[in-house]
C-alpha cells in the first residue's frame, strides 16, 4: 500500500486530550466469553436434583440394583429408563416433581451402577421380576401408591408389571414414546443404529457433547447428569464406552413390543402416553384413545428422550396426571382436589 497517500498520526497525545474511539462500534461492551466446549459439556452430579442413592440387594442372588431418590411425601412415582440410558435419564424432571410426590428411579439390569450375575438377559420376565424384587425391598408388602413412568424399553417393562397385578398398590401408569407397531417395525434397524454411533469418547465431556450434537439428547442440562452413567472407561482401550451391550440383547427385543398395546390397554389403573410425534398410534390404540381407555399428550419440539429434552413440561405433565387422578400417598382420594374433566389433546 502506498504510504503517501496516509494521513500521518500524531506521535504525542497530551493528557487532557484521551484518545477518541476509532469508530463507534469501539464504544460497544465485549461480548461475555463464549464457553469452551469442555466447559459447556461437564459433568452434573446427580445430587443437584435426587436427595440420595442406595443400593438394593436382592436376596438369595447376587443381583444389586442400584436406585436414585428424592422427595418424602406423596405417591411414588417410580421410573424406568429406556435401552442404554440409566435412572438419571429422569434426573432434572426429578428436581420439580419432588416438591409434590416421592421419585424413584432405577437403573435396570445391565445399566448404570446396578451389578447382577447376567448383564445382558434383558428379558421382559426378567426385568419385570427385578423391578417387583426392588419395589418389595424399598416397601415391604405395603406399598405407599405407586406410579409407574417408563421411556421406550422401560416403558414396555412399565406396562408388563401392570399387566401381572400383582403391585397391589399400582396407582396410575405413564408411558412415554414407545408405541408397539412403530417399535416392532424399527427393530430391524436397530443394529444398524447401535453400530453407526460413535463407538468410543477420549473424555466424559466428549460423550455427553457427542449426545448433544447427535441429536440424541436435546438438553445439555440433562444430558450433563446422565450420560456419565451410560459409559464406562475401558482401560485396555485407553476410553470410554457404552455401560450397556445393547447389541448382544437382540433375543429379546421383540419380547419388549410384542403384544404392549393389549397389555396397555387392558391395565386396571389410570393411564397417560407421551408421544413425541402425531402419527404413531397403532390401530388398537387409536381404537382406545377414541373410546377414552387412557390419555394422550402430544409433547411438541422433542425428540424420542422427553423426559430429558423438555424436564419441566414432562414433570408437569406427571404432576397433572397425578392430580386430575386424586393419586394420594396410599392410593387415597387427596382431600380437597376436585376431579379435572377429562380433555384430549
Known sequence: MDSSHMTSLPEDITDDQPPQPASVFASVPQRPPTKSSSEKYIPLDWSVYFDK?????????????????????????????????????????????????????????????????????????????????????LYGDSPPAIILVGHSMGGSIAVHVAARRSLSNLAGLIVVDVVEGTAMASLIHMQKILSNRMQHFSSIEKAIEWSVRAGTLRNVDSARVSVPATIKYDDSRKCYVYRTELEKTEQYWKGWYEGLSDKFLSSPVPKLLLLAGTDRLDKSLTIGQMQGKFQMMIVRHTGHAIQEDVPDEFATLVINFI???????????????????????
Do not use: W
Open 53 to 137: 442413592e442406595d443400593d438394593v440387594a436382592i436376596p438369595d442372588s447376587n443381583d444389586v440394583f442400584h436406585v436414585y431418590m428424592a422427595g418424602t411425601e406423596g405417591p411414588v412415582v417410580f421410573c424406568l429408563h429406556g435401552g442404554g440410558y440409566s435412572g438419571l435419564s429422569f434426573a432434572v424432571s426429578t428436581g420439580i416433581i419432588k416438591e409434590k410426590a416421592r421419585v424413584v428411579a432405577m437403573d435396570l439390569r445391565g445399566h448404570g451402577k446396578s451389578v447382577t450375575d447376567n448383564d445382558v438377559d434383558l428379558s421382559v420376565e426378567t426385568m419385570c421380576n427385578d423391578v417387583l424384587a426392588v419395589i418389595k425391598e
Open 323 to 345: 392430580s386430575r387422578n386424586q393419586i394420594g400417598p396410599n392410593g387415597v382420594v387427596i382431600p380437597g382436589l376436585r376431579k379435572a374433566a377429562f380433555s384430549k389433546p
